[in-house]
């Protein structure tokens, strides 16, 4: 996630392109080609981390039902999905929910097939919240949520070792939120962010000991942030509701992020290691949404997610200390505006069984050219189906799994002149529970 929205590692990737024009004296014409090629893709785990890390498994029945949760107050998790939902609930509620994502990404380059390595990582979300009190029009919550987060790992002496070995990234987003019922149509609510999150990353640097053994650079940093989530809820009759939700833009800041460089020791005063600050705004969104019921027991949710990915187009990193090899850099990038299309549907059985399915399509914001290995991005296809059960009046039991396709990719990281064919699968199962006082 996730970071997720961080990305602090890119940092390092100019500094090598810096360092080489320093060391023309000192290396050999292939090692001054090798760290021109690097240079430009340390930066590319914050791209992944702003990008293709953003998850939407902060409910578990939204989960099953396409990502739909914008329209529909289900449970407390719409203090996500929709903070207006929330004095719409018939009371206090506890709400918990663990999701493993699964991610399996395959790569084609000159002909031979390459698998990062399969690795799980684990997200969860907390809930409470309702109105004060019964027939209250004022409601109160919290959500702690994870919205950015996952990682990918390539075997050490893969053909990419020097643009990416490992990286990991996660957030965690915490959420006070009000609410309040204006009438018996229209509902509104608001929710101060708090973000903090963590990434780190790993790379080997093509600049050999007396033992042939490649030098690493490892970087690691935690970011902290502030934002805000409001939406709008609408019940526009007993069969139809509506809502809209603005998820505001949360600048994420690096303040001391470390960053350690094992090379040959004629380098090593010019990679010192050391601290360094950076900064990326994860970009808002809008989500309209609206639900129907064609039948007493169905209901059937539509949702589109309007994401401001081009308000993320550069990325800068301050060192400490400089040297004429490590200066701080800039780096632009550009990302595109999607839109993403959700549909889902819940099929009431009785009073104690339920079932859900949903599906969404769900385009990439990176453009050709800025394709990296580190989160091979592209236009993803979602499917999506679970069940809730009750087995006592207060308890609600849910289970849900989310299969992701992306479609096959060829392309490449020009500024490192690095590319192949990607495709990447992601198996996210996700069990929850909730209790209503």
Excluded at 301 to 315: G, T, V
Aim: hydrophobic fraction near 35%.
């Amino acid at each position: 996630m996730l970071f997720n929205e961080n990305g602090t590692n890119l940092n390092a990737v100019f500094t090598y392109e810096n360092h080489f024009k320093h060391t023309i004296s000192q290396t050999t014409s292939s090692m001054k080609k090798s760290f021109l090629l690097i240079a430009p893709l340390l930066l590319s785990s914050l791209a992944s981390f702003a990008g293709g890390f953003q998850l939407k498994v902060q409910g578990v029945r939204q989960l099953a039902m396409g990502g739909t949760g914008a329209a529909w107050a289900w449970d407390a998790s719409t203090i996500y999905f929709n903070p207006g939902g929330l004095s719409t609930l018939s009371g206090m509620q506890v709400y918990g929910s663990i999701n493993t994502i699964m991610p399996r990404t395959e790569m084609v380059n000159n002909g031979t097939v390459i698998d990062a390595a399969n690795k799980t990582y684990p997200t969860f979300n907390i809930y409470a919240g309702g109105p004060i009190r019964k027939g209250s029009k004022f409601a109160i919550g919290l959500g702690i949520y994870t919205p950015f987060g996952s990682g990918i790992s390539w075997n050490d002496n893969w053909v990419g070792k020097y643009v990416i070995q490992n990286v990991q990234l996660s957030t965690v987003f915490i959420q006070p939120t009000a609410s309040y019922k204006l009438n018996d149509v229209f509902s509104v609510g608001a929710g101060f962010i708090y973000a903090t999150g963590h990434v780190q990353f790993q790379q080997a640097i093509p600049a050999q000991d007396v033992n042939g053994t490649n030098g690493e650079a490892y970087l690691k940093g935690n970011a902290n942030g502030v934002g805000m989530n409001a939406g709008l809820h609408m019940k526009l009759g007993d069969k139809i509701q509506a809502g809209f939700t603005f998820h505001s833009k949360v600048k994420m800041d690096v303040r001391n992020g470390s960053s350690t460089f094992t090379v040959p020791y004629s380098l090593q005063s010019n990679f010192p290691s050391g601290i360094f600050t950076t900064s990326v705004s994860l970009p808002s969104s809008e989500c309209l949404g609206l639900a129907f019921k064609p039948t007493k027991h169905l209901t059937i949710s539509l949702e589109a997610d309007f994401n401001q990915w081009s308000q993320y187009d550069s990325l800068i990193f301050h060192y400490s200390p400089n040297t004429a090899a490590l200066q701080d850099t800039r780096l632009p990038k550009k990302y595109k505006n999607t839109t993403s299309y959700h549909i889902g549907a819940n099929y009431h059985i009785n009073h104690y069984a339920s079932v859900m399915l949903g599906g969404a399509y769900d385009p990439t914001p990176i453009q050709d050219g800025f394709l990296s290995p580190d989160l091979p991005d592209a236009n993803r296809w979602i499917v999506t189906g679970g069940v809730t059960v009750r087995p006592v009046s207060s308890l609600t039991v849910m289970l849900a799994v989310e299969y992701v396709s992306s479609l096959k990719r060829t392309g490449t990281y020009d500024y490192a002149n690095f590319g192949g064919q990607y495709q990447t699968k992601v198996l996210t199962p996700a069990l929850g529970v909730y209790y209503n006082f």
